[in-house]
T-cell receptor
Framework: AQKVTQAQTEISVVEKEDVTLDCVYE???????LFWYKQPPSGELVFLIR??????QNEISGRYSWNFQKSTSSFNFTITASQVVDSAVYFC????????????FGKGTKLSVKP | SAVISQKPSRDICQRGTSLTIQCQVD?????MFWYRQQPGQSLTLIAT?????????ESGFVIDKFPISRPNLTFSTLTVSNLSPEDSSIYLC???????????FGPGTRLTVL
């Protein structure tokens, strides 16, 4: 069965620190997609990235970077030089059932960035 | 990216009544998805709605409680029936935007049941 584990419930950092959010997944599918979403206090769910299981290249987008390692079933997310606006709950998700839209979410990691 | 709107954005309902939530997308999509986020929790998939066929429900969710309509490729509704306080949640619709290989979520409908 599919499963997504975000072991870090809450993380608190000071502005400008780097922070890594961990995501470990379980799946028997050979083709799958992994996602990261941000949910700020306003409540909307903001898409950050989708990664195909065949693409293990790391991704960088500005201060955000993602490290996908199939060998350890991990898809970790790093924010470099964190800012107060990064404060949010971050969800990692995995699709199942052959449909990209069928997502199983981790429990989320609440990140607080203090000035 | 796809633009998704939901109505209402929030509502307060009495126990035993029903609420219908609308989801509108600015482009045609094959599949639409309905999720629930209970207070302080993660998201859980309720069902998948394809145009022209019955919705597919996940384990723990039934059509009598969560009837879904999908009359065309840009619109869907989710009804939460016979409301109880345990139904107080945020309900979100989601679509896949294949133009950008992204999975988007609507702004959500915050339901409070008294």
């Amino acid at each position: 069965a599919q499963k997504v584990t975000q072991a870090q419930t809450e993380i608190s950092v000071v502005e400008k620190e780097d922070v890594t959010l961990d995501c470990v997944y379980e799946t028997r599918d050979t083709t799958y997609y992994l996602f990261w979403y941000k949910q700020p206090p306003s409540g909307e769910l903001v898409f950050l990235i989708r990664r195909n299981s065949f693409d293990e290249q790391n991704e960088i987008s500005g201060r955000y970077s993602w490290n996908f390692q199939k060998s350890t079933s991990s898809f970790n997310f790093t924010i470099t030089a964190s800012q107060v606006v990064d404060s949010a709950v971050y969800f990692c998700a995995l699709n199942y059932g052959g449909s990209q839209g069928n997502l199983i979410f981790g429990k989320g990691t609440k990140l607080s960035v203090k000035p | 990216s796809a633009v998704i709107s939901q109505k209402p954005s929030r509502d307060i309902c009495q126990r035993g009544t029903s609420l219908t939530i609308q989801c509108q997308v600015d482009s045609q999509v094959t599949m639409m998805f309905w999720y629930r986020q209970q207070p302080g929790q993660s998201l859980t998939l309720i069902a998948t709605a394809n145009q022209g066929s019955e919705a597919t429900y996940e384990s723990g969710f039934v059509i009598d409680k969560f009837p879904i309509s999908r009359p065309n490729l840009t619109f869907s509704t989710l009804t939460v029936s016979n409301l109880s306080p345990e139904d107080s949640s945020i309900y979100l619709c989601s679509v896949e935007d294949r133009r950008y290989n992204e999975q988007f979520f609507g702004p959500g409908t915050r339901l409070t049941v008294l």
